[in-house]
DNA sequence: CGGCCAACCTGTGCGC
DNA sequence: TGCGCACAGGTTGGCC
């Protein structure tokens, strides 16, 4: 579910809650999800304290005071909720497979459903060489994406655009929903083969692909609410997509008056308007 | 190696 | 109300 924009989002609602706090408890309710969750997780976690909270493409990286990283990828169906001392939950939910709480009175909750989630441990001297994390490509958002990197990644492609831009080694970030929004932007097919992009195109969609993320950022940032006051469910807020989601509506796009496709690539959907993208 | 598909899981919504 | 099916925003192992 969470791309780029939602794992930002979270990352942003935990801040406060998180960063600079000391965890009280740390408990695994789950033995796995994508992966078995780490035997010492309680152990390590509890007294440590967390220093910063970042995030590398779709990850959520919670770096400890002793060094140790805490690796954290939400898969489609994973949420965080967090809770003020007031209204923590007493009985938990069927999917509430990691609790952890903090000396400020704050209780965080991972749910997800189907397990596609991951939650590993790693530490700050290899990290950047961890297996998930180190052959993923540049993030959208940094110095190290632009048109002359993303031509590169693009030179030779056989698949297609939309199968290119998904692949987390040419680009960090982007999921089913945000390339289905940049290719409309740029008025490209997802079916177009990817080699087949001119310079030109590349450098119509390399600021979209940007402009896509950041605008969702911003949609996601105006819904976090004062956390130390309040609680609730981070990085899953209302945000109009022109594209996704839309077949057999009317194409967004001023003055087009076309309609919005699915199609169906590498089984996943595609979304786009059949006469203003091409 | 590139490209594609199935598999990992559970939940939801829809047609009958 | 129940059943079966399609589908869901991610990732990867295996196969051609």
Same mark, same amino acid.
């Given at each position: 579910m969470p791309e780029l924009p939602e794992v930002e989002t979270v990352r942003r609602g935990l801040l406060p809650a998180l960063e600079g706090a000391t965890l009280v408890e740390a408990t695994a309710r789950a033995p796995k999800l994508r992966f078995p969750i780490p035997a010492d997780f309680s152990t390590r976690l509890t007294g440590n304290r967390i220093e910063r909270l970042t995030r590398r493409s779709k990850y959520i990286l919670m770096e400890c005071t002793d060094g140790l990283i805490v690796i954290l990828h939400l898969g489609m169906s994973g949420r965080v909720t967090i809770h003020d001392g007031t209204n923590a939950p007493e009985v938990y939910g069927k999917h509430d497979h990691v609790v952890l709480r903090t000396d400020r009175g704050a209780t965080i909750i991972y749910n997800d459903a189907r397990r596609f989630g991951l939650l590993v441990f790693s530490d700050r001297d290899t990290v950047q060489d961890h297996p998930l994390i180190r052959d993923i490509g540049p993030e959208p958002l940094g110095n190290a994406f632009n048109t002359d990197v993303l031509k590169a990644g693009l030179m030779g492609r056989k698949s297609s655009i939309k199968a290119a831009l998904l692949d987390q080694k040419l680009v960090a970030g982007l999921g089913n929903i945000y390339v289905c929004e940049a290719l409309w932007r740029a008025g490209i097919h997802p079916s177009r083969q990817a080699l087949s992009l001119s310079t030109a195109e590349v450098e119509t969609l390399t600021p979209i692909i940007r402009q896509v993320l950041t605008d969702a950022i911003e949609a996601g940032g105006s819904t976090l609410k004062d956390y130390v006051q309040a609680s609730g469910e981070l990085g899953y807020f209302q945000h109009s997509f022109r594209a996704y989601g839309r077949e057999g509506e009317a =194409?967004? %796009? $001023?003055? =087009?008056? !076309?309609?919005? $496709? %699915?199609?169906?690539?590498? !089984? %996943?959907?595609?979304?786009?308007c059949g006469t203003c993208q091409n």
């Open positions: =194409c967004l %796009r $001023e003055g =087009c008056g !076309g309609t919005v $496709e %699915r199609i169906v690539q590498q !089984g %996943r959907s595609s979304f786009y």
